[in-house]
């Protein structure tokens, strides 16, 4: 039987994978502080289009594991605190993505939200190259992220401390930026994707909008 489409409002998913892993730890608190200003950001934009119905999830990814530390919810019901973050351990970037992108393919399901009117946006973030995972090998993650793409979903790749290049390629992700591991480099690269996503919501939700 075929699931109706949800077709009342146009959604917008935000998928943040985030590294957790011990090199992370000189950035611990402006991680948490750049996490919680990106949440507050979607909570605004969903205040100012209230026509974009916003959900938000989170995974960090450390010490050979990876953890959904803010289910996925729209984002009103967001309580406002900062989710836990303490770097330890290596990076298990592959099952992280891999991991990730199933639960939210199965969130997407039961809640109905696989239609047109859904844009899915993935965020990685990571100070380091794969080195922990146990399920997922870098060519299931590129394939697997080929079969998302042709969904429609995006992806977007912020490296620190490696070949950000190289490491987005065998990944299949084409939007890749380099950030400064810096309170300052931080704040930057935060400004520059909520422009940028925001600047592509608009034009997703104009062009479900229209007639």
Known sequence: MTKPQNTQIANAVNLFIIDES???????ESTRETFVGLLEK?????????????????????????????????????????PEYRPMG??????????????LENYLFVKNLE????????????????????????SGIRQY??????????????GADHDVWR???????????HFSKSDAGMKTMVEERNREEYNKKLAFLSKIKKP
Request: charged share 25%.
């Open 22 to 28: 011990g090199s992370m730890a000189s950035m611990t």
């Open 145 to 158: 992220i080929t079969d998302c793409e042709a969904k429609g979903w995006e992806f977007t790749y912020y």
């Open 42 to 82: 979607i909570k605004q934009e969903q205040a100012d289009t209230p026509d974009l119905q916003q959900f938000v999830n989170l995974w960090t990814f450390a010490d050979s594991r990876f953890s959904e530390r803010l289910i996925f919810q729209e984002v009103q019901r967001w309580s406002g605190e900062a």
């Open 115 to 138: 239609a047109d009117n859904t844009r899915v946006s993935v965020f990685i973030l990571t100070d380091g190259e794969e080195n922990a995972s146990r399920e997922w090998t870098t």
């Open 167 to 177: 490491a987005a390629e065998a990944l299949n992700i084409k939007n890749h930026y």
């Open 90 to 103: 290596g990076t298990p970037l592959n099952d992280a993505i891999g991991g990730a992108l199933k639960k």
